[in-house]
């Protein structure tokens, strides 16, 4: 236990690292969007190409069929998941998709619940009812204020993506959680890891040309090009692996109940680091969602270590829940 300060720490810069992911889109333009997402998956999906190449024997011992599906979530829950974040955070704002995209715990939970009973769904209605609430608040901030029909538009479909970003991300943690689960011998976390890797990274590299062809010129100058590539490279390399590698080693000493809350900070820390960059404050209504959205995730917490520590009293507890996966969460 003495050690926990220091991985509580070590999480949170993981965590930390993980939430310039929501302010990248903003800082590189005019880069395209694509353009980021190839590029900080190419370097990421390099990383996890040089560690299966280093552990090809183990690789060699896995299924055709595991090692195919590890591609899939990887493409799906990394690639597929930072294109709807990249487009939401130019189209609406970094901070209300970080927002939106922090609300992913209780769709996780409540997939969850329907493949492993968890907690009673009733539990459940109140977190439901509070995103559901402050996603609508968000939605409508823009009516609120009286901005124009164009700029309102942009939002709404901005949110629209950040929501679909969501539900991606839900569907990457439950099926990599629940596949493991019933898999009788699991995969070496470092292979496995990097198998997602290839899978964001073999979509990254086979779409980096037209990435680049469809870019505006003016980003191929010196300090653009500088920016883009700067931000790819602390993405990929510095975000992405090195931020999975703290975290995996931190998470080894914090006690479970500290987990889900760690994770959190991912996306508050998203949604403050974007504010600077975007050069403004929240308006009331988008501080109003916001806030409906952490009491409903700050509510199915509790729920939720109540529910753990009820199942180590009576002794039947859990190795692992479907909000737990073996790749931890990264943007």
Do not use: H
């Not at 997402?37 to 190419?42: A, I």
């Not at 539900?167 to 990599?176: D, H, I, M, P």
């Amino acid at each position: 236990m003495g050690s926990t300060p220091k991985n509580v720490i070590a999480a949170l810069t993981a965590a930390l690292l993980w939430a310039f992911a929501f302010v990248a889109p903003a800082a590189v333009q005019p880069a395209s969007e694509l353009l980021l997402v190839t590029g900080r998956y190419s370097l990421f999906g390099l990383c996890g190409l040089y560690v299966l190449c280093r552990g090809w024997s183990q690789l060699k011992l896995m299924p055709i069929r595991r090692t195919l599906f590890g591609l899939y979530i990887g493409f799906v829950g990394y690639f597929v998941f930072y294109i709807c974040v990249s487009y939401s955070a130019t189209m609406g704002s970094g901070f209300i998709t970080a927002v939106v995209v922090g609300s992913s715990p209780i769709t996780i939970a409540v997939a969850g619940n329907f493949a492993e009973k968890r907690m009673s769904w009733s539990e459940l209605v109140a977190p439901v009812i509070l995103i559901l609430v402050g996603i609508t608040l968000l939605s409508v901030s823009d009516f609120i204020e009286g901005k124009s029909s164009e700029t309102t538009s942009d939002s709404i479909f901005g949110i629209g993506l950040a929501i679909m970003a969501m539900l991606t991300w839900s569907y990457f943690v439950v099926r990599n959680a629940q596949s493991q689960r019933t898999w009788e011998t699991k995969p070496d976390p470092k292979i496995w890891a990097a198998l997602v890797a290839m899978g964001a990274g073999g979509a990254s590299m086979v779409l980096l040309p037209f990435a680049i062809a469809s870019t505006p010129a003016e980003t191929f100058e010196p300090y653009p090009l500088f920016k883009i590539i700067a931000w790819c490279i602390f993405l990929g390399v510095i975000g992405s692996w090195w931020g999975t590698y703290i975290w995996v080693k931190a998470a080894q000493g914090i006690p479970v109940p500290l987990v889900g809350p760690l994770l959190a900070t991912e996306t508050i820390f998203g949604a403050i680091l974007s504010l600077p960059v975007e050069q403004r404050v929240p308006t009331w209504v988008e501080v109003g969602g916001a806030l409906f959205i952490l009491a409903g995730i700050c509510v199915y917490m509790v729920f939720d270590v109540r529910n753990s520590r009820s199942k180590d009293r009576s002794g039947g507890s859990e190795k692992e829940g479907l909000d737990a996966p073996e790749v931890p969460a990264v943007t």
